[in-house]
């Protein structure tokens, strides 16, 4: 899952996919070197399936989810976070760290949001 999941995130978010297109995601499997007999066994078995589905609807129902990633944290607070790519492995960390104390901890923020677009100077240099 590993190597399937950047190429899945990749496939929709960058390239603009359709994820519902099953060639697609087999060609993806194949890609990150899962065992395709058994992936296209669990494509078309309908229980994994339910089981996302009854997840949305308990986090959409329970939490208020509306899109990931969400954090939803021991003390009940759950937050959405929509990032722009990091520079550097490091800055990514940095800012995980602080946006996880920001979210579980500061309950009374509503909302962070930027402009968008266009993003602030400088994000996609």
């Known amino acids: 899952m590993r190597r399937y999941m ?8 960058e390239d603009r996919k359709d994820l519902g ?48 990633p969400t954090f939803v944290f021991e003390n009940g607070a759950s937050a959405f976070l929509k990032l722009i790519r990091p520079k550097t492995p490091e800055q990514a960390e940095k800012a995980f760290d602080s946006l996880v104390d ?11 949001k930027r402009p968008q677009p266009p993003w602030p100077k400088g994000v996609f240099d």
Request: glycine share 4%.
């Open 6 to 13: 950047p190429l899945l995130l990749k496939a929709r978010h």
């Open 21 to 68: 297109d099953k060639d697609l995601l087999k060609e993806l499997a194949a890609q990150a070197n899962l065992d395709l007999d058994r992936f296209a066994k669990d494509l078309d078995d309908r229980t994994t399936l339910d089981e996302i589905a009854a997840s949305h609807k308990e986090a959409v129902e329970e939490r208020g989810v509306f899109g990931t």
């Open 102 to 112: 920001v979210m579980s901890n500061n309950t009374f923020i509503g909302e962070v």
